[in-house]
């Protein structure tokens, strides 16, 4: 199984639907991110948390929502998908003891597709 | 505009070829990573710098950190199709949020 699993793999939603990508995680770390990816602009941090009662904004939030259900969990809802949410979604994880350089660890993505 | 700007965006080079990929940021480096990410698909962790000078190798990627010019390149010696991807590299920003640059486009020609 992989450390960091992310479902669905692959959606296709209509706007103004509801939708929320999932995402666990096997590696014990207390740290989760959720970014987005875009052609041409890397990954964007929407949203992430340091521990389960722990949720901050990143730099592109707005339209988005999360939960972290659990160490393990932490999930992203679009309330109401719009077009251009159209992107490959990651969700990642960290140690908060990082100095060993090992960085952190992606799920295979979740590409979201809004109609 | 980019706190980390990858140059170039796009790259097209015959097997066998070397290249080099570099990554500038706007502000001090205190650590960077490059990750691999084959496309559409997840983020491999390819290595991670921290201190000015540094350079550390895995396979035929060798990546350095110039700490005074708040720049990393990123270099591929005797490019092979697996090679090819997308190459991302990333900064930590404040409280161990990581930052990337745009991500630079590599192809392999056979």
């Known amino acids: 199984d992989a450390d960091v699993t992310q479902t669905p793999r692959n959606r296709i939603t209509k706007t103004g639907k509801r939708i929320m990508l999932e995402c666990s995680q096997t590696?014990?770390?207390?740290?989760m991110y959720w970014y987005r990816q875009d052609p041409g602009l890397g990954l964007r941090l929407i949203y992430y948390?340091?521990?389960?009662?722990?949720?901050n904004k990143g730099e592109i939030s707005d339209g988005y929502s999360v939960s972290r259900q659990a160490q393990a969990k932490f999930s992203l809802s679009l309330e109401s998908a719009i077009p251009n949410q159209t992107a490959l979604y990651f969700c990642?994880?960290?140690?908060?003891?990082?100095?060993?350089?090992?960085?952190?660890?992606f799920g295979s993505g979740t590409r979201l597709t809004v109609v | 505009s980019q706190e980390l700007e990858q140059s170039p965006q796009s790259l097209i080079v015959q097997e066998g070829k070397n290249l080099t990929i570099n990554c500038t940021s706007s502000?001090?480096?205190?650590?960077l990573y490059w990750y691999k990410q084959k496309y559409g698909e997840g983020l491999i962790f390819l290595m991670m710098?921290?201190?000015?000078?540094e350079e550390k190798s895995h396979e035929k990627i060798t990546a350095k950190l110039d700490e005074k010019k708040q720049q990393s390149s990123l270099h591929i010696t005797a490019s092979q199709p697996s090679h090819a991807g997308i190459y991302l590299c990333?900064?930590?920003?404040?409280?161990?949020?990581?930052?990337f640059g745009q991500g630079t486009r590599l192809t392999i020609n056979p």
């Open positions: 710098l921290q201190k000015g000078g």
């Open positions: 990642a994880t960290s140690d908060n003891r990082d100095a060993a350089g090992y960085g952190y660890t």
């Open positions: 990333g900064a930590v920003k404040g409280a161990q949020k990581l930052v």
């Open positions: 948390s340091f521990d389960v009662k722990d949720i």
């Open positions: 502000k001090t480096l205190y650590g």
């Open positions: 590696k014990g770390h207390d740290r």
